[in-house]
Nanobody, 115 residues
């Protein structure tokens, strides 16, 4: 079992920056990859960024160059640094990982970007 807790969401103006955190607990030694997803009202949940324990990263095209995912393996915490935020980044951001056939999700943190 793994528990994921997100934090850092806020209401900000366009152009601002935010840093989201995802703290993992439980069977963390079995985790190899962490992901950030987001879901806006009426939209499907989509991948924003992912990172492996070794630091390999991937990003959605819409956030490349603006968002940076990082990991602190000692703290089992993943971060999402978001710069130059746009109104279209408004969504609930979820932390995710999987261990074998099991998928784990946090409860999400709301990011709202006003124009």
């Amino acid at each position: 079992q793994v528990q994921l807790v997100e934090s850092g969401g806020d209401l900000v103006q366009a152009g601002a920056s935010l840093r989201l955190s995802c703290a993992a607990s439980g069977s963390t030694s079995s985790i190899h990859t962490f992901n950030w997803f987001r879901q806006a009202p009426g939209n499907r949940r989509g991948l924003v960024a992912g990172i492996t324990r070794g630091g390999d990263t991937k990003y959605a095209d819409s956030v490349k160059g603006r968002f940076t995912i990082s990991i602190d393996n000692a703290k089992n915490t993943v971060y999402l640094e978001m710069n130059s935020l746009k109104p279209e980044d408004t969504a609930v951001y979820y932390c995710n990982t999987d261990i074998g056939p099991h998928d784990y999700w946090g409860r999400g943190t709301q990011v709202t970007v006003s124009s």
